[in-house]
């Protein structure tokens, strides 16, 4: 059972547009939601993180919203550049384990 | 770079045999995480140590097992392979192994098995 779900699966955006992928959960004690970014013969890296007593979270273009009551919470990243093309993923943590989405494969178009 | 080392980089065997992955945690970092990432898998946790101890464990097939050292660095072992192990495993740290401590991803092992 995914206990993370995660679209787009891919996801083509213009130069200077937003990207947006979104994430939903269903385990209500998950209170950690990092999201990770992957180019191709690297690892995950750490991009932003969130917890739930806030709704929304940003560091430069990189944007987390989180809707609680939803239990959905979505990366925006403004003014996409090609150097963002990558593959992001979505996690949730409750406990000792992290919980990731499938990814979503960015290509920002100069 | 995260600081996270993982060897050997790629590793090509046939189906049958046994390989080691190894892991050198973030100096400082006591947890150690193993995942597996297929093409269309995602990322699959299958193990975790804290500090030399088993803390919890994911989608391990028993073919697979792992430790932690106590100079912290990490071993996972794969035998009897299949063509379905065939896959980028990844080692991660953390500095305490709760669920507010980020994780820190090495680069991976590519594992093709023929």
């Known amino acids: 059972q995914q206990q993370v779900k995660q679209s787009p699966q891919s996801l083509i955006v213009q130069k200077g547009g937003i990207s947006i992928i979104n994430c939903a959960y269903e385990n209500t004690a998950f209170d950690y939601f990092p999201w990770y970014q992957q180019f191709p013969g690297k690892g995950p890296a750490l991009l932003i993180a969130i917890r739930p007593d806030v709704s929304e979270k940003k560091e430069g273009r990189f944007t987390i919203s989180f809707n609680k009551s939803a239990k959905q919470f979505s990366l925006h990243i403004m003014d996409s550049q090609p150097g963002d093309s990558a593959t992001y993923f979505c996690?949730?943590?409750?406990?000792?384990?992290?919980?990731f989405g499938t990814g979503t494969s960015l290509t920002v178009i100069p | 770079d995260s600081g996270v080392t993982q060897t050997p980089k790629h590793l090509i065997t046939a189906t049958g045999q046994r390989v080691t992955l190894r892991c050198s945690p973030r100096?400082?970092?006591?947890?150690v995480y193993w995942y597996q990432q297929s093409l269309d898998q995602g990322l699959q946790f299958l193990i975790q140590y804290y500090n030399g101890e088993e803390r919890a464990k994911g989608n391990i097939l028993e073919r697979f097992s792992a430790q932690q050292f106590p100079d912290l660095h990490s071993e996972l072992n794969l035998s009897s392979l299949e063509l379905g192990d065939s896959a980028l495993y990844f080692c991660a740290s953390s500095v305490v192994g709760l669920h507010n401590s980020p994780l820190h991803f090495g680069n991976g092992t590519r594992l093709t098995v023929t």
């Open positions: 996690a949730a943590s409750g406990g000792n384990q992290f919980y």
């Open positions: 100096s400082g970092d006591l947890s």
